[in-house]
Every structure is written in structure tokens, then in C-alpha cells.
């Protein structure tokens, strides 16, 4: 370990844990914070734990934000603002997460909301076409999707029903 850390045995301890927490799944640095906090560690020597695991590398925001985006998007079916807003409460840097929303692919993007369309169209029941639309944008809305995006893959959707 780097001369710039002095951590006693006891520390040692929270840092292995933390690194292995880290190598099993991307982790951000608040939840690497909670963990060790939970763990017992005091929120001092947590920080420089912290610090010291972005110093080698087991915690990458970056990294981290485009494993988040790309399995949210993919898994959850989130859009976005969704997105974006779950990265914000976990106090990654707006520079980050703007990077890695950037990084999505625009046609998969496009084509998981046609897909939550259809399959939120296919259930419902509601014959009037206009409290239809109105569900079906709410429900797409609800899962973080743009209001541009939604009306763009919906309109051709619907206008096939009609």
C-alpha cells in the first residue's frame, strides 16, 4: 500500500472486504462508503479507504456509470431520465452520467421502448383510444422515457390500430 495511507491491521480488514465487494460486481463510491460504514468502519477512515480503492482502480464511476446504463436500460427497460436520476442519488459527477447516457445505443434504445410499448399495449384493456394513449405514455413515461421518444414509437403503434 501507498506510503499516502496508513491503515492499521483493523483497516486492512475493511479494505479487503471492500475489494472483494468491488471484484464481484462495479460498485460506485457511495455504496462502497455504505458498505463500509455498515461494515463499522468510522467515516474517516472510510473516505481513505475509498480513496485509495479509486487510487488502484477497483472503483471507476465511469465504468461504472456505463455497466449501470447499459443493464438498467436492457434489464429494468429504464429510459433516461430514469437513469440519470437514480446515477444523480448515488452523487456520481452530472459530467459522468451525461458520458455514459451518451454512450447507449440510440437504435436499442428505441427499439426496448417499442418493445415496453407493445407489450404494455397488449395488456391494455381500455377501449377508449384516447385514455389508451394517455396509459400507455404515463406507463412509458413512469419508466424514465422521453416524452419525444415515447411519442415517436407510439404514434405509428397506434395509428395501426385505428
Known amino acids: 500500500m501507498s506510503d499516502k495511507y496508513k491503515f492499521s491491521d483493523a483497516d486492512k480488514v475493511f479494505i479487503s472486504k471492500a475489494e472483494n465487494y468491488c471484484a464481484s460486481a462495479e460498485q460506485c463510491r457511495t455504496s462502497v462508503m455504505e458498505k463500509l460504514l455498515a461494515w463499522g468502519a468510522d467515516r474517516e477512515k472510510a473516505g481513505q479507504i475509498v480513496d485509495y480503492l479509486v487510487q488502484n482502480e477497483y472503483?471507476?464511476?465511469?465504468?461504472?456509470?456505463?455497466i449501470y446504463c447499459?443493464?438498467?436500460?436492457?434489464?429494468?427497460?429504464?429510459?433516461?431520465?430514469?437513469?440519470?436520476?437514480?446515477?444523480?442519488?448515488?452523487?456520481?459527477?452530472?459530467r459522468i452520467i451525461t458520458a455514459a447516457l451518451q454512450q447507449l445505443d440510440p437504435d436499442q434504445?428505441?427499439?426496448?421502448?417499442?418493445?415496453?410499448?407493445?407489450?404494455?399495449?397488449?395488456?391494455l384493456a381500455e377501449p377508449d383510444p384516447h385514455k389508451r394513449r394517455s396509459k400507455l405514455v404515463a406507463f412509458l413515461a413512469s419508466h424514465g422515457f422521453e416524452q419525444?421518444?415515447?411519442?415517436?414509437?407510439?404514434?405509428?403503434?397506434?395509428?395501426?390500430e385505428a
Open 109 to 123: 434504445y428505441t427499439d426496448t421502448l417499442r418493445q415496453l410499448a407493445l407489450s404494455k399495449l397488449g395488456s
Open 148 to 160: 419525444s421518444e415515447i411519442q415517436e414509437v407510439i404514434n405509428p403503434l397506434l395509428d395501426k
Open 59 to 66: 472503483i471507476d464511476e465511469a465504468r461504472y456509470c456505463r
Open 70 to 94: 447499459e443493464s438498467k436500460l436492457h434489464l429494468q427497460k429504464w429510459g433516461r431520465i430514469k437513469i440519470n436520476y437514480m446515477l444523480r442519488n448515488k452523487r456520481i459527477d452530472n
